[in-house]
């Protein structure tokens, strides 16, 4: 056994060493870089649920509500109730550009949501955007309401008509009525 470590020990054999470091830090590396990975959809995971929770919030509720025979005139001023949805999804927007939510369990939780309700606003926030001469407002809405149309249609799922869409808001007033009736 001595000879045997002697010999291991001899300069020719150092690059058994140095082949047995390198494969060590490259497995170090790999499970660190798949720790990075899981912690990043854990935190995916965690933001999407918060996300929902505020989705089942009585503002957010109310605000989903209020779309029912409020269809007012496209003035550029966005109502509360509008203001209130429309930043809730500018917010996931951005979510999901900084990397803290993942683009697809964003749509295939509130696709249909996101989709009805950007069809709902989009007159109302091109006109707030040409009235305060800023292309960005609500930039972010904008962007997963195209992340979603390009979802829908890799799966064959087409754009709502105006006919669907006045049953979405009908259906979306009822469920946030629904939900808050519901006794805490």
Same mark, same amino acid.
């Given at each position: 056994? %001595?000879?045997?470590?002697? =010999?291991?020990?001899?300069?020719? /054999?150092? /690059?058994?060493?140095?082949?047995?470091?390198?494969?060590?830090?490259?497995?170090? @590396?790999?499970?660190?870089?798949?720790?990075?990975?899981?912690?990043?959809?854990? &935190? *995916? #995971?965690?933001?999407? &649920?918060?996300?929902?929770?505020? /989705?089942?919030?009585?503002?957010?509720?109310?605000?989903?509500?209020?779309?029912?025979?409020?269809?007012?005139?496209?003035?550029?001023?966005?109502?509360?109730?509008?203001?209130?949805? =429309?930043?809730?999804?500018?917010?996931?927007?951005?979510?999901?550009? !900084?990397?803290?939510?993942?683009?697809?369990?964003?749509?295939?939780?509130?696709?249909?949501?996101?989709?009805?309700? /950007?069809? *709902?606003?989009?007159?109302?926030?091109?006109?707030?955007?040409? !009235?305060? *001469?800023?292309? *960005?407002?609500? $930039?972010? @809405?904008?962007?997963?309401?195209?992340?979603?149309?390009? =979802? %829908?249609?890799?799966?064959? #799922?087409?754009?709502?008509?105006? =006919?669907?869409?006045?049953? @979405?808001?009908?259906?979306?007033? $009822?469920?946030?009525? @629904?939900?808050?009736?519901?006794?805490?």
């Amino acid at each position: 056994m %001595n000879e045997l470590l002697s =010999a291991l020990g001899a300069p020719e /054999w150092q /690059w058994i060493w140095s082949a047995m470091q390198t494969l060590a830090l490259v497995t170090g @590396f790999f499970f660190v870089v798949r720790q990075i990975k899981l912690a990043q959809q854990q &935190n *995916s #995971i965690s933001h999407l &649920n918060y996300f929902r929770e505020l /989705w089942l919030s009585e503002p957010i509720l109310r605000a989903r509500q209020s779309f029912l025979g409020n269809s007012s005139e496209v003035d550029g001023n966005l109502r509360p109730h509008e203001d209130t949805i =429309a930043q809730y999804f500018n917010d996931i927007g951005i979510a999901i550009r !900084t990397g803290q939510v993942d683009e697809g369990h964003v749509v295939r939780f509130f696709g249909y949501f996101i989709e009805g309700f /950007w069809l *709902s606003l989009v007159d109302q926030i091109k006109r707030c955007r040409e !009235t305060t *001469s800023d292309p *960005s407002i609500y $930039g972010s @809405f904008e962007h997963l309401y195209e992340l979603v149309i390009s =979802a %829908n249609a890799k799966n064959g #799922i087409a754009p709502f008509t105006q =006919a669907r869409l006045t049953v @979405f808001v009908r259906e979306e007033a $009822g469920l946030a009525r @629904f939900y808050l009736n519901i006794p805490g």
